[in-house]
């Protein structure tokens, strides 16, 4: 069982950088890949981000691309999502995610992740 605790959400300003945070409770973390999702009022969930238990390699959904950056502490046993150039579309729940998959991979499918955080709230105002 692996918790996640997600942090770092708030209201920005469009053209404003958030950073979030997701904790994990698991000391195996770094056999983890991890993602980041987000789930706007109306759509379904959606992949951003993600990033392989080694922190080698990494993906990033299109409308994120070059503006979002996810890394990971696996000494910290956290994940995180630098986001910049935010717009209003940006506005969503999101969600980190954890599969035990094995193979140092990153995975694009909400299938493939076996754990999810709560979701911290990020609001983008025009």
């Known amino acids: 069982q692996v918790l996640l605790v997600e942090s770092g959400g708030g209201l920005v300003q469009a053209g404003g950088s958030l950073r979030l945070s997701c904790a994990a409770s698991?000391?195996?973390?770094?056999?983890?890949?991890m993602g980041w999702f987000r789930q706007a009022p109306g759509k379904e969930r959606e992949f951003v981000a993600a990033?392989?238990?080694?922190?080698?390699?990494?993906y990033y959904a299109d409308s994120v691309k070059g503006r979002f950056t996810i890394s990971r502490d696996n000494a910290k046993n956290t994940v995180f999502l630098q986001m910049n150039s935010l717009n209003p579309e940006d506005t969503a729940l999101y969600y980190c995610?954890?599969?035990?998959?094995?193979?140092?991979?990153?995975?694009?499918?909400?299938?493939?992740?076996?754990?999810w955080g709560q979701g911290t709230q990020v609001t983008v105002s025009s």
């Open positions: 995610a954890a599969s035990s998959y094995i193979g140092d991979h990153y995975y694009l499918s909400r299938d493939e992740y076996d754990y």
């Open positions: 990033i392989s238990g080694s922190g080698g390699s990494t």
């Open positions: 698991r000391r195996t973390f770094s056999t983890y890949a």
